[in-house]
T-cell receptor, first 110, second 113 residues
Framework: TQLLEQSPQFLSIQEGENLTVYCNSSSVFSSLQWYRQEPGEGPVLLVTVVTGGEVKKLKRLTFQFGDARKDSSLHITAAQTGDTGLYLCAGDTGFQKLVFGTGTRLLVSP | NAGVTQTPKFRVLKTGQSMTLLCAQDMNHEYMYWYRQDPGMGLRLIHYSVGEGTTAKGEVPDGYNVSRLKKQNFLLGLESAAPSQTSVYFC????????????FGPGTRLTVL
């Protein structure tokens, strides 16, 4: 069974701070996705990284895929209250299925 | 486009009752999925379908059945609900492409007493 462990599980910070969320596995994935989920809603795709070592930026969010395609990180610069939510990483197994991480709940206070 | 819709949004069942959750998508996607989300456990795949008339088991299929009679609909059934099936259920769909980027519905919150 392929597993994705996310850390930290919960993060509470002040507006303007920087943070990094990690997504680790012992398995190799063909690609890795990051989703954000707000209370009472379904997850929404933020980004997909495909190539080992790839870095993608989405405004203040920076996503990196590990060289061996087993891990990924999400870095947020100058967090805003609108970044509050549950962040989920998901690895593509290559068999039409995703394996989701355990999630990181982020709370950004004004 | 409505995207992915789920009905109902909320439901309370008694142990042993049955129900069907309906997922519909209007994006002509080939693949559809049912997940359950429990605190601290992320999303776990129950069943999925790679096309009309096909279904396959996911990570946690026991106690659930599914059907995909039409391409746009994916039904999840609970024949005899148990308290362990109290959860939030999400449906997702994606096109048949290289990247399995999934679009999710708003979820159904199910409580089994």
């Amino acid at each position: 069974t392929q597993l994705l462990e996310q850390s930290p599980q919960f993060l509470s910070i002040q507006e303007g701070e920087n943070l990094t969320v990690y997504c680790n596995s012992s398995s190799v994935f063909s690609s890795l996705q990051w989703y954000r989920q707000e209370p009472g809603e379904g997850p929404v795709l933020l980004v997909t990284v495909v190539t080992g070592g790839e870095v993608k930026k989405l405004k203040r969010l920076t996503f990196q895929f590990g060289d061996a395609r087993k891990d990924s990180s999400l870095h947020i610069t100058a967090a805003q209250t609108g970044d509050t939510g549950l962040y989920l990483c998901a690895g593509d197994t290559g068999f039409q299925k995703l394996v989701f991480g355990t999630g990181t709940r982020l709370l950004v206070s004004p | 486009n409505a995207g992915v819709t789920q009905t109902p949004k909320f439901r309370v069942l008694k142990t042993g009752q049955s129900m069907t959750l309906l997922c519909a998508q209007d994006m002509n996607h080939e693949y559809m999925y049912w997940y359950r989300q429990d605190p601290g456990m992320g999303l776990r795949l129950i069943h999925y379908s790679v096309g009309e008339g096909t279904t396959a088991k996911g990570e946690v299929p026991d106690g659930y059945n599914v059907s995909r009679l039409k391409k746009q609909n994916f039904l999840l059934g609970l024949e005899s609900a148990a308290p362990s099936q109290t959860s939030v259920y999400f449906c997702a769909s994606t096109y048949n492409g290289r990247l399995n980027e999934q679009f999710f519905g708003p979820g159904t919150r199910l409580t089994v007493l």
